[in-house]
């Protein structure tokens, strides 16, 4: 390949013409959007440019998948740059569950629809994985190096990166909604919504939609919490707070040593230092937490193995002993190899990264602690001797969480219990140091040094924490109508019956009415209306009504639904080509509902002599007879 950027190029091989973001979803879609309009001159698009594509993707892309075996990409010029944008995504931390699609032909000549996966007000992340791919893919097409490129894809991910959802939590949270087929949405920043309407649960990370927002506030003040939890009678360490180093070490001196330093109102470990022996240490840790926050405690040190017990709803669901970062020797390597080799853990990322492990840096705070146990960097640990490299035995600092809920002290289990009803929470993360967790504590003491109303959670925890909050999969029955019904004598009937026992939301062309109140009184499109239906945690059953290709553009507010009522005719007029749009409309809703297809006997003709609809229930009723039949088919729903 030639070296250089491209010159007097009149037009690109690939140019991107426009996007939208997509909020709702599309069939074989099964999260948010981008649609983007492109135009491709695929004349100018040769074979072995798409091979050298894909072997550029391939080699600075973990993440990519070919869309064919290497040396066999015959594919349309779209596909890997699809496959491009998506590993691009992955690499900046976007949860994808969709690979994208081709929606069809664009409003400009020759230009071809896209859908490419977004998440929440992630869209501008995805815009920013395709400008680079696309850029990547000109810089092929016409001969030029790509070298400058791929020294930016860097910070494009770490740029993405950003406008993804925060923290280890939420994007396990999705995976598991996922999996389960619990339908999700993102709500605000790190807001997400899983299910509809009445179902559906609000969670941020692990705080969920109960959580009382002043005991959150208070067991972030750790000074503050440890005193409502002695008052209560359950055993917390003696602290106070430190003005500055030197009260530090005066206070450090009337609990007597060893002490821990730690900032008041800060979580995940950070700025915690444990086991300090002398003033000079004491100094050294307050330096460090004072950087992190002007409140900081002097706490007495407790000696223990560090146990965090997650309680959900008076129950605790699962222990882990926090085994602080360290190595273990095998009798031949040392410590610096034993380090290399655990640091090499690709479980194991950046102490900033989202990584379930974190490498441990052989810092100031590892060699201390290496010479208290008379050991150097250089030193080779005998077979099977642990060596301690952090004071801290949280995840965040390199420690390794053991499960340990299996013969665990059930009142060990009762005391973290009480600790977070004390504290009025419904969800939360107990730090207990205890000698061992199979002994009572009310035989060989123990302390609870924090409770966090947002803990980090294990990987397979939050699947079973979805199963515990989410009712189901979180779905409300959704009836989808194609056509103009309001007003339809049907229609209020239906409502009519649903009402006797439910609040029935129905959206469609002439506004929204939720519980038979009207909440929205002007045309507001099925997407919009849709998505004030399913918000609104009081509507036990929706319906949806379609009149247009509009849900082309946004997409539709449910990813499926259960009832498809073709109810015709068009509000457009009777022509032949106004009813063969109506019969692509049903063709596309055909393919998200996952129940029968009921059709108004008025449009029946229409439907049969050109309409492909198949796999499902199929039945054809005069209008007045559609409440009662749409009455049936939801009464044999899942309740």
Partial sequence: MENGEPQGMTQPAIGVLKTRAGTGYLPGMSQ???????????????????????????????????????????????????????????????????????????????????????????????GLALDWVVRVM?????????????????????????????????????????????????????????????????????????????SARLVRNKQAAAHILRMAGIPVPAHARAADAEEAVKLAEQLGYPVVVKPADKDG????????????????????????????????????????????????????????GGVTGDGSSTVIDLLAATNADPRRGDPDSNSLLKRIALDEEAVELLLEQGLTPDAVPA??????????????????PVPAQEGAHPDNLALAVRAVRVLRLDLAGVDLLIPDIRRSWLETGAVICEVNAQPQLAPHLPAYLLQRLVKGQGRIPVVMVLGDVAGEAWLEQLVTALSADRCVGVATQAGVNIGRQTVIQEPCGNLRGGMVLISDPQVEVAIISVVDDHMLITGLPVD??????????????NGPEVWERWQGFAQILQE???????????CADWVAASCRLSGHEIKTYPADALAGIVLQKLSEIEP
């Fill in 32 to 126: 948010p959007f981008l649609l983007v309009e492109l135009v491709i001159l695929q004349f100018r698009v040769r074979r072995e440019a798409l091979m050298v594509l894909d072997r550029i993707f391939r080699e600075a892309l973990t993440e990519y998948e070919s869309p064919q075996p290497p040396g066999q990409v015959d594919a349309h010029p779209l596909v890997p740059v699809m496959c491009g944008t998506v590993a691009v995504l992955r690499s900046g931390g976007i949860p994808v569950f969709s690979e994208g699609l081709i929606v069809g032909p664009g409003a400009a000549e020759g230009a071809i629809r896209v859908a490419l996966p977004a998440i929440g007000q992630g869209h501008s992340a995805t």
């Fill in 138 to 214: 000109n810089q092929v097409v016409e001969g030029y190096s790509v070298t400058a490129l791929l020294a930016e894809l860097a910070e494009v991910t770490r740029t993405i990166r950003r406008r993804a959802l925060q923290g280890m939590n939420s994007p396990v949270f999705l995976q598991a909604a996922r999996d389960a087929g619990i339908p999700w949405s993102c709500v605000e920043n790190n807001m997400v919504q899983f299910g509809w309407g009445a179902r559906a649960r609000w969670l941020d990370s692990s705080f969920t939609d109960v959580t009382p927002c002043i």
């Fill in 269 to 324: 470990g950070r700025g915690v230092s444990v086991g300090l022996k002398s003033a000079e240490a004491v100094r050294k840790a307050f330096v460090k937490a004072g950087a992190l926050s002007r409140a900081v405690l002097v706490e007495k040190h407790f000696e223990g193995n560090d146990y965090r017990l997650q309680v959900l709803q008076g129950e605790v669901f699962w222990v882990s002993h926090r085994v602080p």
């Fill in 383 to 400: 077979q099977g001797r642990f060596v301690r490299l952090r004071g801290a035995a949280n995840a965040a600092s390199g420690g390794i």
């Fill in 560 to 573: 499926r639904f259960d009832v498809l009522v073709l109810a015709g005719p068009p509000d457009m007029g």
């Fill in 592 to 602: 998200m509902c996952s129940g029968p297809i009921i059709i108004n006997q008025d």
